[in-house]
């Protein structure tokens, strides 16, 4: 749908920013390019399977593995963040496990998008049109123009509440439902899924989901 408005050499210049990311946890882009008018990336082919597919038929993991998991992941972040590039799609389904390792996928694709769009998309957000509902920090579920890194430490902790209980904080609603309550609504103490996590753990999951940006780990 998007892709008659967007401009394949501003992609193409994106995709190449993106693929400068090195990181042993991150999935690097390889090419950009067109055919009959459709923007396409390149990855390499990563030999496992999804964290989502790992969660489907296990359900919540071992803590030490999901801490290890998460701490992955967020070395990713934190890498990518300092080289100004924002996920904007932090999900079970863009970790990838290889190895037994977390490598994350897609990092650059929302940005570049994002930048070749020529604004006449109708798409509310291009963040908002390329993120997930059950992932979806407040500012980004409300198309705040301004989303910036901290939308990602937000998509962690719903990661981090997932890989911990099981389930992220408001499964079994509607997609409009969970923006919703992303925006309004308090997710229940992770403590109460799952007794045995230590608190500090907790703290820091719940507060990677406070609902404003300035109350996150910065």
């Given amino acids: 749908e998007m892709s008659g408005h967007v401009s394949v050499e501003r992609f193409k ?38 964290l989502r597919a790992r969660l489907s038929r296990e359900g919540e993991l071992p ?3 999901a801490v290890r998991l998460l701490r992955e992941v967020a070395s990713a972040l934190a890498y990518a963040h300092e080289h100004g590039i924002v996920h904007r ?10 190895g037994g390792s977390a490598m994350v996928t897609d990092f650059g694709v929302a940005k570049a998008v994002n930048a070749a769009a020529d604004g006449t998309s ?7 049109a390329l993120g997930t509902p059950a992932y979806m920090a407040p500012e980004q579920a409300s198309a705040d ?5 901290r939308a990602d430490v937000y998509a962690w902790g719903v990661l981090a509440y997932e890989l911990i209980t099981g389930q992220s904080p408001f499964s079994g609603r509607t997609p409009q439902a969970m923006l919703a ?10 403590g109460r899924r799952r007794a045995n996590v230590p608190q500090a753990l907790a703290d820091l999951v719940m507060r990677c989901l406070a609902k404003s940006p300035a109350d996150r780990p910065q």
């Fill in 89 to 98: 799609d932090i999900k079970p389904d863009n970790v990838l496990l290889s």
């Fill in 122 to 128: 109708g798409v509310t957000s291009v963040g908002v």
């Fill in 63 to 65: 803590l030490s593995e």
């Fill in 145 to 149: 123009p301004r989303v910036d890194h």
């Fill in 181 to 190: 309550a992303h925006l309004t609504e308090e997710p229940e103490g992770i």
């Fill in 13 to 50: 210049r994106e995709i190449a920013l993106a693929a400068r990311l090195q990181h042993p946890h991150i999935v690097p882009l390889l090419t950009a390019g067109e055919t009959g008018g459709l923007p396409y990336f390149t990855m390499p082919l990563v030999e496992g399977e999804s």
